[in-house]
């Protein structure tokens, strides 16, 4: 009987201790996410939280009685309770997290502009599809000077992802779109988060080769015209300062697009298989 409860006792050690690191790590986490403390301290931290741990299991076998176990536990759970308790207390206490109330959905009814609307704003506003790569690169100077065509890359306002299967070359139209998008954006977040570019101009080689692997590629595409971008709603780049769980970021890129939308900027559809939106100017 005496072996028995010997073993349960130290199995509910065990188990209390997993459940109080575990919490301090999500509180911690969080701390990391909404404050600007460097990872770095909360990786030493709970590498001395370990070491704790290790020697205190040693310890524990060499000695016997309950009152020792249970006087060890209650010492081995102070740390991460003591640091928990302290997030919990900083996160309460902040003003830098101001959760958006609505739904994404409600917005996202909204988006379905289908390809016919989106290829003849495209074709209003856009250039004439390109064969390849190679051409775009031995006409881009020509276009550049021209302001018919303008390269965009990743910046504190938004994330243009590393391209496989087209380029970053929008007609200007949308770069002051693209702009405007992430003032509004980083407004209603009241941070520095950044949503990500995941597709932008594509020759009809591009296309070709899209097709085998996605669906969603037409070769009568909006992207051929330098005036269409794909805009990820499940990847976005975090201020670690003001952070936004994905939900959240995603409803305030979707009230962004309404808004736009609705002044006549762009026309939107949602792509529930890429999971973006499918964005061109108007």
Known sequence: ?????????????????????????????????????????????????????????????????????????????????????????????????????????????????????????????GLAPFRSRAEIEENYGKLRLTRKLVQIESNPKYIVRELTSSLPYVVPKVRDLLDDMAVRFQEKTQSKSRFVVTSVLRTEEDVKMLRKTNVNASINSPHCNATTIDISYVRFGMDRVRPRDNYQLRLALAQTLHELRKEGRCYVKIERKQYCYHITVR
């Open 1 to 125: 009987m005496e072996k028995r409860q010997k073993v349960l006792l130290i199995l509910l050690h065990h188990v209390l201790t997993l459940v109080c690191l575990g919490l301090a790590v999500w509180a911690l986490y969080n701390a990391y996410l909404y404050f600007n403390v460097r990872l770095v301290w909360w990786i030493l931290l709970y590498v001395a939280v370990a070491a704790y741990f290790v020697g205190a299991v040693l310890f524990m076998r060499k000695h016997k009685g309950i009152w020792r176990l249970i006087i060890h536990t209650l010492a081995l759970q102070l740390v991460p309770i003591c640091a928990t308790v302290f997030t919990f207390r900083l996160i309460s206490e902040s003003t830098v997290y101001t959760p958006i109330e609505g739904k994404a959905k409600v917005y996202e009814r909204a988006f379905h502009d289908l390809q016919d609307k989106q290829k003849a704003a495209a074709l209003a506003n």
